[in-house]
Nanobody, 127 residues
Framework: QVQLAESGGGLVQAGGSLRLSCTAS???????????MGWFRQAPGKEREFVAY???????TYADSVKGRFTISRDNHKKTVDLEMNSLKPEDTAVYYC??????????????????WGQGTQVTVSS
């Protein structure tokens, strides 16, 4: 059973930066490297939405709302996936969740194809 643990959330002023990290356990780095990893977020009163993912092969995709401001990266040997967030806006305030794709070697991860979720970390951006 894969377990994901996020860290790095907090309170930051608009225009500031935060770096979120997600560490996977319950699997070897070899197996971790086979999974596309993603970040999602859920703001108060809103549905959970896609933020970014990085595929097992290293390609990345971003939601339009964060493109150019956020960068996703992974370290397979450390079994981590990070989300560097710059130029933060109040509308980025949300609980951020790390997730794995359900299937090995899947090229994408969506809300419908998530295999495991982390517990989430709060990001609050003040204006």
């Amino acid at each position: 059973q894969v377990q994901l643990a996020e860290s790095g959330g907090g309170l930051v002023q608009a225009g500031g930066s935060l770096r979120l990290s997600c560490t996977a356990s319950g699997l070897t780095y070899s197996f971790f490297s086979r999974y596309t990893m993603g970040w999602f977020r859920q703001a108060p009163g809103k549905e959970r939405e896609f933020v970014a993912y990085i595929s097992w092969s290293g390609g990345s995709t971003y939601a339009d709302s964060v493109k150019g401001r956020f960068t996703i990266s992974r370290d397979n040997h450390k079994k981590t996936v990070d989300l560097e967030m710059n130029s933060l806006k109040p509308e980025d305030t949300a609980v951020y969740y790390c997730a794995t794709a359900r299937a090995e070697f899947a090229e994408v991860v969506t809300m419908q194809t998530v295999g495991s979720w982390g517990q989430g970390t709060q990001v609050t951006v003040s204006s």
